[in-house]
């Protein structure tokens, strides 16, 4: 029967195996006889025979090769370079472009793209299994099939993590954005209540890059920029773990201010973190008007006369720190506010059709303030008690309207009010 290779196969080792056998051969040990009758001109010979014939390490490599189902040696060398260069790095990235530059990079390694978006629906503690994919599936069912289709993607792309061990190292690639943050303390909790065996688990995090003074995260990177921060990768700490940890718990738990006690202490192990969870609270409606920043923001642009969608999420996204959304989040936001009985916005150009999105040409979206937006954006009439709100910010669930959570923008604190 035709051996399998290892998951992680070894050139070095295989060539440690072929001198083997070639020192069995030498001293007559007939453990070497099962290879060995493998070649042809040994094929007829008895054991005596083969053991007294003379034996190079080209051939005993042959053997070894056709062992594991290979025509040659230098076919199995072929495929083991490619498998070691496939299995000596797991890359996670939080989106597409990124992801594909590194692709295009000529960094060895197997490229996994991560498609749950934390900051957008329900992220509570407590739940798991089929229960959290179909929550998390729910957050995207514009882009699925189903409902069912998604929990299936979910379960899947969840699971590909637990392929870790198959590989000398994990990368982590992130950037200081809200997005990213939230990922990737959800990973670092993941893996630090994983046994990592001798797979190593590494760390780039970056806020900035050399030549981009307005750097907004990796997807901006080409190739050989991508590739270049290969090598400022780190070993993740257990501190780093442990604040990942307590992040987590924190993001998740009902009551948010978790992560103000979170924020009140040291928090530098994960440099990024406390201005991404900051921003995180400000997503909260304000005191002022219910608005979070972004919706805030969003108002405050229309009301400069950039209308059009593509001018409007350039706006608004120039205005962050770290850029956390991307243009159909941001679409998401501008459509809750245009719903309801007292709309803030009306659109023109987006088309409804039985509950599904038709094919639409994100240029040719414009958006306008209602009377009842402009007295909002102006503070003077609050969003949450004129429409209700019905939001997840990651484990609290903001509902109804009185008595929610708000952001204080002054005070720079969360209250009830």
Not at 169 to 195: G, K, M, N, P, Y
Not at 269 to 282: C, N, T
Request: charged share 30%; with cysteine.
């Amino acid at each position: 029967m035709t051996k399998l290779l290892p998951v992680r196969p070894s050139l070095e080792n295989l060539r440690k195996q072929a001198k083997t056998l070639l020192k069995s051969h030498s001293s007559r040990d007939a453990s070497a006889l099962p290879l060995l009758r493998q070649l042809r001109r040994f094929s007829r010979l008895s054991d005596g025979q083969i053991l007294s014939s003379p034996l190079s390490l080209a051939e005993a490599q042959y053997a070894l090769a056709m062992d594991y189902g290979f025509p040659s040696w230098a076919a199995l060398k072929e495929a083991v370079s490619g498998k070691e260069q496939e299995s000596r790095f797991m890359h996670l990235h939080c989106g597409d472009s990124s992801a594909e530059m590194l692709r295009r990079s000529g960094v060895p390694g197997k490229v996994m793209t991560w498609y749950d978006p934390l900051t957008e629906g329900p992220v509570p503690a407590g739940v798991s299994g089929d229960e959290w994919f179909a929550l998390r599936a729910n957050v995207v069912l514009d882009h699925v099939e189903s409902l069912e289709s998604g929990i299936r993607f979910f379960r899947e792309m969840y699971r590909r993590l637990e392929d870790y061990p198959e590989f000398e190292e994990v990368v982590l690639w992130f950037d200081a954005c809200l997005f990213d943050q939230t990922i990737l303390i959800r990973h670092l909790d993941w893996f630090s209540r994983q046994d990592m065996g001798d797979t190593k688990l590494s760390l780039i995090c970056v806020g900035e890059f050399p030549g981009m003074p307005r750097f907004k995260g990796l997807g901006e990177l080409r190739p050989e920029q991508m590739a270049s921060l290969l090598d400022t990768r780190h070993e993740v700490t257990r501190r780093e773990m442990e604040l990942a940890r307590e992040a987590w718990d924190a993001y998740r738990c009902p009551d948010p201010t978790a992560i103000e006690e979170l924020l009140a202490r040291d928090t530098s192990a994960l440099p990024y973190l406390a201005a991404a969870l900051r921003r995180h609270l400000q997503r909260f409606p304000s005191v002022r008007n219910g608005l979070g920043r972004a919706e805030q923001a969003a108002l405050d642009v229309i009301a400069q006369g950039y209308t059009g969608f593509m001018d409007l999420f350039v706006k608004v996204s120039d205005m962050e720190e770290a850029p956390y959304f991307g243009d159909t989040m941001m679409l998401g936001e501008l459509e809750e506010m245009a719903s309801g009985d007292q709309p803030l916005l009306t659109i023109q150009g987006l088309e409804l059709m039985e509950g599904e999105r038709k094919e639409w040409p994100l240029k040719k979206l414009s958006f306008h303030l209602t009377d009842t937006g402009r007295e909002v954006r102006e503070g003077k009439a609050d969003r949450v008690r004129l429409r209700g709100i019905d939001r997840w910010l990651g484990g609290v669930h903001l509902q109804g309207r009185e008595s929610v959570w708000r952001w204080d923008e002054e005070a720079g604190a969360l209250v009830i009010a």
